[in-house]
T-cell receptor, first 118, second 109 residues
Framework: GAVVSQHPSRVICKSGTSVKIECRSL??????MFWYRQFPKKSLMLMAT?????????EQGVEKDKFLINHASLTLSTLTVTSAHPEDSSFYIC??????????????FGPGTRLLVL | GQNIDQPTEMTATEGAIVQINCTYQ??????LFWYQQHAGEAPTFLSY??LDGLEEKGRFSSFLSRSKGYSYLLLKELQMKDSASYLC??????????WGAGTKLIIKP
């Protein structure tokens, strides 16, 4: 099946620094990528949807200047948490929709990135 | 508004059968998904239903009734490794996934 990778898998940073998370589709072209955030024992919360070559669409309540998303190619999207604070500590998961052979329902998840801001 | 309801937690015994229910109210419907998520890991795909009826895949089966806005995930011959959260998600008219809060399944020996 299709594979989506995320890097890093785990990051610890100081408050005020910026952290970049990469999401890559390894064997398919991802026309659309999604970024989710998950708090402990809670469901996934969609943060934004990004389409290759265009600006990301952010969900209500998600600060676009805080969470910068770039989807520069069909295989790579990045999420940058700018000036991270302890409340940004969370599990961040990306997923990618296969724009090729898969249907619109075909969405593959990355393994997630656990961010801890001290 | 859009809403997905599923029980918060369920407990079952190894070797038994468990049914996890999911009810939904969404703007449009383009299919219902079940995902399994182990603690600290990303969700993994289990099943997709877009037509009414039962889809069987090994020990796991998923049922859908669109008229009732209802689905269930049936797990047979439970194993300890099935202890996880099970997420119900519905794809709405915009092809966006609407997620339930997940059901934590605890398997006891």
């Amino acid at each position: 099946g299709a594979v989506v990778s995320q890097h890093p898998s785990r990051v610890i940073c100081k408050s005020g620094t910026s952290v970049k998370i990469e999401c890559r589709s390894l064997d398919f072209q991802a026309t659309t990528m999604f970024w989710y955030r998950q708090f402990p024992k809670k469901s996934l919360m969609l943060m934004a949807t990004s389409n290759e070559g265009s600006k990301a669409t952010y969900e209500q309540g998600v600060e676009k200047d805080k969470f910068l998303i770039n989807h520069a190619s069909l295989t790579l999207s990045t999420l940058t948490v700018t000036s991270a604070h302890p409340e940004d500590s969370s599990f961040y998961i990306c997923s990618a929709r296969d724009g090729g052979s898969g249907g619109l329902e075909t969405q593959y998840f990355g393994p997630g990135t656990r961010l801890l801001v001290l | 508004g859009q809403n997905i309801d599923q029980p918060t937690e369920m407990t079952a015994t190894e070797g038994a059968i468990v049914q996890i229910n999911c009810t939904y109210q969404t703007s449009g419907f383009n299919g219902l998904f079940w995902y399994q998520q182990h603690a600290g890991e990303a969700p993994t795909f289990l099943s997709y239903n877009v037509l009414d009826g039962l889809e069987e895949k090994g020990r796991f089966s998923s049922f859908l009734s669109r008229s009732k806005g209802y689905s269930y995930l049936l797990l047979k011959e439970l194993q300890m490794k099935d202890s996880a959260s099970y997420l119900c998600a519905v794809m709405d008219s915009n092809y966006q996934l609407i997620w339930g809060a997940g059901t934590k399944l605890i398997i006891k020996p």
